[in-house]
């Protein structure tokens, strides 16, 4: 279907020429002499585009276009070609304007300049809608904090700018950089991820730069990496805070010099990937202990976005625990009690949206056939809270700062089964400063010295 457009000229030997030089072009065109027979016209018409006289008989442009350009784009025709009046006309709602006598070259230019614009801009609204439908579909959530984790994806996603990822395990990093690609003007090419944990200097470099036949021992083929396979797309590096530091210099460069070499290669090769990289680890408190280069931890955060752990987001518990059910295969007809509910508001998570995915599929599972989800099929949660009582330190002498602060960490690493993330949680601390408490325990540094003194009662003292 040939797009319309619309000439409001009281020229008419004018309004007729435009038409046909117009329909020449392959457009279908209408038009109108004034004011009243445009509006009496366009209520029966969708036009693509609207090329407004400024001067008409029976009103004003200052009237006329802003009325226009609320439903069309709009190209003015006006005697004033100054700087000026170009500035009033495009705050004023004009796509664009062209002085009188008109050039038809330029004007056959405005035109199709005009129409790529709206297809552009008409294609940028579908994609926001799709993409806000798909942040709401996969990043649930209706808080605060979820409406400012959606704006940052939003706001930096059409950039190029380099995206570092913090938050606690299990909070979804994977699926804000998914998210982040989708709103991207890369958005058609490919999303690839490296998990940077555990890689030894070779497989790292294999893994991102590629090898060539030969370059070392099992490499009887070449290898193309992740960087040439992402091509113009988005490679994700989750746990880069994992990386040790010869392979963060690596890293660094590809980043600074966008060019790199496969393993055992000789030909400069240039990446044209975006880089998001995620961690769980504080970065910052890295850099300071040298085991982080400062220049890398710069260059990664010139944007952060930081993932909420679901405890900080209550209020989407229910919102993202009934999404989690009608995605399980076992949970599809299901629904959950108030009580289950509330069960499930009051735990803290500290597993975050995977610890809550998998305590619905586990709950599905002793449901069985029943139709809702009691807190009975949450058991395990009950059992995980029953088992940190309120307690009391208690001595037998008045302790000091340090026997006091040595009780209450002998009793978090009992009750964090040693795990450094739930120690942290516990005592409110950094995980890196939990992994340097846990480390000196296993070097047999006494962390306890008071404990003889200490007995451990519950129903008192809340933690």
């Not at 690609?181 to 497989?203: I, V």
């Not at 209020?315 to 959950?336: F, M, N, Q, V």
Request: charged share 25%; aromatic share 6%; proline share 5%.
């Amino acid at each position: 279907m040939q797009p319309l457009l619309f000439v409001i000229d009281d020229d008419t030997i004018f309004r007729k020429l435009l038409e046909e030089r117009l329909a020449a072009m392959g457009f279908a065109t209408d038009g109108a002499g004034n004011w009243r027979e445009a509006e009496a016209k366009l209520a029966a018409l969708e036009p693509a585009l609207i090329i407004l006289d400024y001067k008409l008989p029976d009103t004003t442009g200052e009237t006329a276009l802003p009325r226009l350009a609320a439903d069309y784009p709009v190209i003015v025709l006006t005697g004033y070609g100054s700087i000026r009046s170009a500035v009033n006309l495009v705050r004023a709602g004009a796509i664009d304007y062209l002085t009188k006598p008109v050039d038809l070259a330029d004007l056959e230019l405005a035109v199709k300049r005009a129409l790529e614009w709206t297809d552009l801009k008409r294609a940028n609204r579908l994609y926001r809608r799709q993409l806000a439908h798909y942040m709401r579909d996969q990043i649930i959530g209706e808080s605060k904090a979820i409406s400012n984790l959606r704006a940052q994806i939003a706001a930096v996603a059409p950039t190029e700018t380099t995206v570092l990822i913090l938050g606690e395990s299990g909070t979804g990093k994977e699926l804000v950089a998914a998210a982040i690609h989708r709103a991207s003007p890369r958005r058609d090419q490919p999303f690839l991820t490296l998990d940077c944990t555990g890689l030894t200097d070779t497989l790292f470099e294999s893994e991102l730069f590629g090898h060539e036949r030969g370059s070392f021992t099992g490499a009887d083929r070449q290898k193309r990496g992740i960087v040439e396979e992402v091509g113009e797309g988005t490679l994700f590096l989750d746990e880069i805070g994992e990386l040790p530091l010869s392979q963060q210099a690596k890293f660094l460069r590809l980043l600074e010099n966008r060019t790199f070499r496969r393993v055992g290669g000789v030909k400069n090769l240039t990446c044209h990937a975006r880089f998001i990289a995620a961690t769980h680890r504080p970065l910052s408190e890295m850099v300071a202990e040298g085991t982080f280069r400062s220049d890398l931890y710069y260059r990664l955060t010139s944007f952060v976005i930081e993932v909420p752990p679901l405890r900080a987001r209550r209020d989407d518990i229910p919102l993202l625990a009934r999404h989690l059910l009608t995605r399980s295969p076992r949970g599809r007809g299901k629904e959950l009690s108030p009580a289950a509910i509330s069960l499930l508001l009051e735990y803290d998570w500290p597993g975050n949206v995977r610890e809550l995915a998998n305590a619905i599929e586990r709950a599905t599972i002793l449901a069985g056939e029943a139709p809702r989800l009691e807190p009975d099929h949450f058991a395990f949660l009950s059992i995980a809270r029953r088992s940190l009582p309120r307690f009391t330190l208690a001595f037998d002498h008045f302790p000091t700062l340090a026997e006091a602060e040595t009780a209450l960490l002998a009793e978090a690493m009992i009750r964090a089964d040693h795990r450094p993330r739930e120690l942290a949680r516990l005592l409110g601390i950094s995980e890196r400063h939990a992994y340097r408490l846990l480390h000196k325990t296993r070097e047999g540094v006494d962390l306890s010295p008071s404990l003889k003194n200490k007995a451990i009662s519950s129903d008192s003292l809340e933690q």
